[in-house]
């Protein structure tokens, strides 16, 4: 059996005082106020279109009853209960029934009793929730395997139509000029014409390999819209167009002596 909430019994203590208060009184106003009191649910009832002419006459009925049986007998041969009707704040009617909790009266004078409020929801719990996951066989593998094969056919396919001779061999009396490194590492030689060794070979670049380790932890935002990531996005595009301009210069802007020429005018100097 649920219990009657707190706020409802309080209620209906202070119903009942307030029935005992007025049953002391003198019993004239007591009659004179029944009827009244009986007669004004009625009428907001018949106000109602919405409820049935049959529960209006059974309600009606109902009230006009108690209302007799408090006027000739506030109380039952039996010693037993006893009903008294009281005006409610709100302007509806508070019937207390053999000290139970009360009836309050609601639009068109019809009674209601609140047991509990539940809340809605399931009763079973449901542990298992759908993961956005997928196993790395064979969605992954397969992925992987493939783009190795196209990766494969596209250089055989490159090395059988470019015509790609080797050099002769190298001359250590003979140093070719200008002397380039690889693409990959022309950024820094470019960066040593134009700062000290121990800048330009392990500061600068220390430097930016510190600051994309620590991006992860500066940028902590989970979303993977580009948008949202407008940190991350801004630092390794500046990495790489610094890195990228660089390279650039070395491979076609140098000459003879490593030296700044523009290749429109005095040649490239550079060789796959």
């Known amino acids: 059996m649920t219990e009657v909430p707190e706020h409802l019994l309080k209620r209906a ?17 007591a009659e004179a ?4 009191e009986a007669a004004a649910p009625a009428e907001a009832a018949a106000s109602d279109s919405r409820i049935p002419a049959h529960l209006l006459a059974r309600s009606q009925a109902a009230k006009s009853k108690q209302a ?3 006027e000739a007998d506030p109380s039952s041969a ?7 009707v009281v005006t409610a704040p709100a302007g509806g ?43 790395v066989w064979p969605h992954l593998l397969v992925v ?11 250089l055989f396919i490159f090395s059988w139509v470019v015509n790609a001779p080797l050099l002769e061999l190298a001359n250590f009396n003979q140093t070719p000029n200008p002397s380039k490194a690889p693409w990959y590492f022309l950024g ?18 220390g430097m930016g390999i510190f600051l994309l380790i620590l991006a992860p932890y500066m940028d902590k935002n989970p979303s993977k819209r580009p948008e949202d990531r407008k940190f991350a996005i801004a630092l390794m595009t500046v990495h790489l167009m610094f890195w990228g301009v660089l390279v650039t210069i070395g491979s076609f802007f140098r000459g003879p002596g490593f030296l700044f020429t523009l290749p429109w005018t005095g040649g490239v100097f550079f060789e796959l």
Do not use: W
């Not at 106020?33 to 009244?36: Q, S």
């Not at 029934?97 to 009763?123: C, D, F």
């Not at 992987?144 to 596209?154: D, G, P, S």
């Not at 030689?189 to 600068?204: D, R, Y």
């Open 78 to 84: 039996a010693g037993g209960t006893a009903t008294a």
């Open 188 to 205: 820094l030689q470019e960066l040593l014409t134009m700062f000290h060794p121990m800048v330009a070979g392990v500061t600068i670049p």
């Open 93 to 135: 009617a508070v019937v207390v029934a053999g000290g139970g909790p009360p009836l309050a009266a609601g639009p068109g004078g019809h009674t209601q009793r609140l047991l509990t409020v539940v809340k809605s929801g399931s009763i079973q719990d449901v542990k298992a929730k759908p993961q956005d996951k997928v196993h």
């Open 33 to 36: 106020a029944a009827p009244a």
């Open 144 to 154: 992987e395997f493939v783009a190795a094969l196209v990766c494969t056919a596209f």
């Open 13 to 29: 203590q202070a119903a009942k005082d307030k029935a005992a208060a007025k049953a002391a009184e003198s019993a004239a106003p």
């Open 68 to 70: 007799v049986t408090a």
